[in-house]
């Protein structure tokens, strides 16, 4: 079952200055083919440097999304299937966390099945915590065949920074995402984000690490599928919503040029972003520029969360 976790920790003691490592798997996935694109995962996990503590994969990274959702559903998995076991495996093996969405499943007794685009953090102590995406995009089949999550999104702690997450199109509700207390520190989001919307990514990536002073790994996928093309738009912004991966080609205007920039690796799968952060970086920012101070107070109401936002 989905689980909404508010803390965990991984047992390895923060440094003062808590360094984090991270990566953005920019996977071309394969249509359909789960058992290939899980291949390709753990040959582009190969690529990453030995130090990295956080490795994000796209958005529905076994499956893509299809126009034939028939077919789609049909590749979808249990929270202990093939594709929850392999970053299992991978963040205990390597130690670190594996993130990103899968397409998942729930047996619902006569009523027979729900299905979800479920967000995962699994750790190397072996646990997984699960997000189910919230706003479903209402101009594709998503919101007609998925089930709408119904628990904000989760606050993970891990190797002194608290982690959260956001899929895609939740991007464009800053609300949902607000950081309420400047409790968390990174947010994670896997996407299958077309090129043909660029624009808004690139700034809606900038703007969400602007306003809640968080480091933003946004990890979208590479190729194509039935939807349309996405090489190029995955990135990763500090906390002053510069542009940190790819390298930008010029140099940020109205704010200090970063100390250093990321890396692009290569592979035969999609290209891997590398870049590494500084928590006493993201705390300074906070302590000169309190926006939360500021910040207005706000609640839920369950409409959203239980009702078809599409109709």
């Given at each position: 079952?989905?689980?909404?976790?508010?803390?965990?920790?991984?047992?390895?003691?923060?440094?003062?200055?808590?360094?984090?490592?991270?990566?953005?798997?920019?996977?071309?996935?394969?249509?359909?083919?789960?058992?290939?694109?899980?291949?390709?995962?753990?040959?582009?996990?190969?690529?990453?440097?030995?130090?990295?503590?956080?490795?994000?994969?796209?958005?529905?990274?076994?499956?893509?999304?299809?126009?034939?959702?028939?077919?789609?559903?049909?590749?979808?998995?249990?929270?202990?299937?093939?594709?929850?076991?392999?970053?299992?495996?991978?963040?205990?093996?390597?130690?670190?966390?594996?993130?990103?969405?899968?397409?998942?499943?729930?047996?619902?007794?006569?009523?027979g099945l729900r299905y979800f685009n479920?967000?995962?953090?699994?750790?190397?102590?072996?646990?997984?915590?699960?997000?189910?995406?919230?706003?479903?995009?209402?101009?594709?089949?998503?919101?007609?065949?998925?089930?709408?999550?119904?628990?904000?999104?989760?606050?993970?702690?891990?190797?002194?920074?608290?982690?959260?997450?956001?899929?895609?199109?939740?991007?464009?509700?800053?609300?949902?995402?607000?950081?309420?207390?400047?409790?968390?520190?990174?947010?994670?989001?896997?996407?299958?984000?077309?090129?043909?919307?660029?624009?808004?990514?690139?700034?809606?990536?900038?703007?969400?690490?602007?306003?809640?002073?968080?480091?933003?790994?946004?990890?979208?996928?590479?190729?194509?599928?039935?939807?349309?093309?996405?090489?190029?738009?995955?990135?990763?912004?500090?906390?002053?919503?510069?542009?940190?991966?790819?390298?930008?080609?010029?140099?940020?205007?109205?704010?200090p040029v970063p100390e250093s920039y990321?890396?692009?690796?290569?592979?035969?799968?999609?290209?891997?972003?590398?870049?590494?952060?500084?928590?006493?970086?993201?705390?300074?920012?906070?302590?000169?520029?309190?926006?939360?101070?500021?910040?207005?107070?706000?609640?839920?109401?369950?409409?959203?969360?239980?009702?078809?936002?599409?109709?």
């Amino acid at each position: 079952m989905s689980r909404n976790i508010s803390m965990m920790e991984d047992g390895r003691q923060p440094q003062n200055d808590a360094r984090l490592s991270v990566a953005v798997l920019s996977l071309d996935m394969e249509s359909g083919d789960v058992t290939e694109n899980l291949r390709r995962v753990a040959r582009m996990v190969e690529q990453l440097p030995d130090n990295t503590d956080i490795a994000l994969l796209p958005e529905l990274f076994t499956t893509s999304f299809m126009k034939d959702t028939d077919r789609m559903l049909q590749l979808a998995e249990d929270n202990d299937g093939p594709a929850m076991r392999l970053v299992s495996r991978i963040a205990v093996e390597k130690g670190m966390m594996v993130a990103g969405s899968f397409l998942a499943k729930e047996h619902m007794g006569d009523d027979g099945l729900r299905y979800f685009n479920r967000g995962f953090m699994a750790l190397p102590d072996g646990s997984i915590v699960f997000y189910d995406k919230h706003h479903l995009f209402c101009l594709s089949k998503e919101s007609q065949v998925l089930v709408h999550g119904q628990h904000r999104p989760p606050l993970v702690s891990f190797r002194g920074w608290n982690v959260s997450m956001l899929i895609c199109y939740e991007l464009r509700f800053p609300v949902w995402g607000r950081n309420v207390d400047m409790r968390a520190d990174l947010l994670l989001v896997p996407a299958n984000w077309p090129v043909n919307r660029g624009y808004a990514w690139r700034h809606l990536l900038i703007a969400r690490a602007i306003e809640n002073q968080i480091v933003v790994m946004g990890a979208d996928r590479s190729g194509t599928d039935d939807y349309g093309e996405y090489d190029g738009l995955s990135m990763i912004v500090d906390e002053l919503g510069r542009q940190i991966v790819p390298p930008p080609s010029v140099a940020p205007e109205g704010c200090p040029v970063p100390e250093s920039y990321g890396n692009v690796i290569d592979t035969p799968f999609g290209p891997v972003l590398t870049a590494t952060f500084s928590l006493e970086n993201v705390k300074k920012l906070r302590g000169w520029l309190p926006t939360d101070r500021d910040a207005d107070s706000f609640s839920f109401t369950a409409k959203s969360v239980f009702d078809d936002i599409c109709n």
